[in-house]
């Protein structure tokens, strides 16, 4: 397999002969209005229409023309866009700055899948950690996971910022329909301590599992609200840090103890790190028992 993806034509999009087409269309183009084109096209509203793995959409309120989608498929291929998509499902290095393959599809790989990186089939490594965290979703919503004082964990708080926010809140909203209606899920991301104390104001810190969600456990954000999580729940709980380690949040030790118990989702996914990604990653199969990051007792 070839190590890199050759570029497309080194000739700016706004030189290409599609876009120069597409600057001429739009001048008709933007005059139309979708009442008359709903009218001339009684149909329109099916045939601008796509359905596929449970999603539907319809851009047929949009103010495009058949014309418009012809070129704009043109401009595609004048920009080699199915040769790079093809090279990053392929596995292949199309982050040329950090020469890396991108492979966010092999976090969402079928299992029967193969996706090749330097000769080796990364989809059973992903397979194998999302197994892990179905594994532990499952003993935390039945109550066979607990918190250090016995207590059944009732309570979900993600720390994160950025998309380590956006991301799990997405998923939460997205498949609240099915969620344990008798857990409860909060995030914080702001930095002002306001965000955390709302958030928590009406647990209690024995039922209440923190998840951080950080590729490199250095964020001032994360990392200032984990430090805040930390002293809630020894505060809360009476525990006292001689006996309670700060596995859960990433603090001082935390880093070692989630490379080994963790959940790891290392740099295939081309995010902007050279190390391994131990993020505390939102398994959306696992209907929000979220994790893995946790705290742990000895």
């Not at 397999?1 to 933007?30: C, F, I, N």
């Not at 976090?107 to 996706?115: G, M, Q, V």
Request: charged share 25%.
């Amino acid at each position: 397999m070839a190590s890199h993806v050759q570029a497309p034509a080194k000739r700016p999009s706004v030189k290409r002969l599609a876009w120069g087409a597409l600057a001429s269309h739009y001048k008709s183009a933007s005059k139309l209005h979708l009442r008359q084109l709903f009218a001339d096209d009684p149909k329109r509203g099916q045939r601008m229409a796509i359905e596929a793995v449970g999603l539907y959409l319809d851009y047929s309120k949009n103010r495009v023309t058949d014309e418009t989608l012809k070129l704009l498929v043109q401009l595609a291929e004048e920009s080699g866009l199915r040769v790079r998509i093809d090279a990053m499902f392929s596995g292949e290095k199309i982050n040329i700055t950090e020469k890396r393959a991108v492979l966010h599809v092999a976090l969402r790989a079928p299992k029967d899948t193969s996706i090749l990186v330097d000769g080796k089939n990364v989809v059973p490594e992903v397979h194998a950690v999302l197994d892990k965290m179905a594994e532990f979703s499952d003993r935390l919503r039945t109550g066979v996971w607990k918190g250090h004082t016995g207590k059944r964990i009732r309570n979900v708080v993600n720390i994160g910022i950025g998309g380590s926010d956006l991301g799990p809140v997405m998923a939460y909203e997205a498949l609240k329909h099915y969620s344990q209606r008798d857990m409860t899920f909060r995030f914080v991301s702001n930095i002002d301590g306001t965000d955390f104390s709302e958030a928590v104001r009406d647990l209690d810190p024995e039922e209440t599992l923190f998840i951080v969600s950080s590729k490199t456990f250095t964020t001032l954000e994360t990392m200032t609200n984990a430090h805040t999580a930390r002293a809630w729940s020894l505060a809360g709980s009476g525990s006292t840090p001689p006996t309670c380690s700060d596995s859960g949040i990433g603090l001082a030790g935390a880093i070692r103890w989630i490379r080994r118990s963790g959940f790891p989702l290392w740099s295939r996914s081309g995010r902007i790190t050279s190390a391994p990604c131990w993020m505390a990653f939102t398994k959306w199969m696992s209907i929000f028992a979220q994790l893995p990051s946790r705290r742990i007792c000895r």
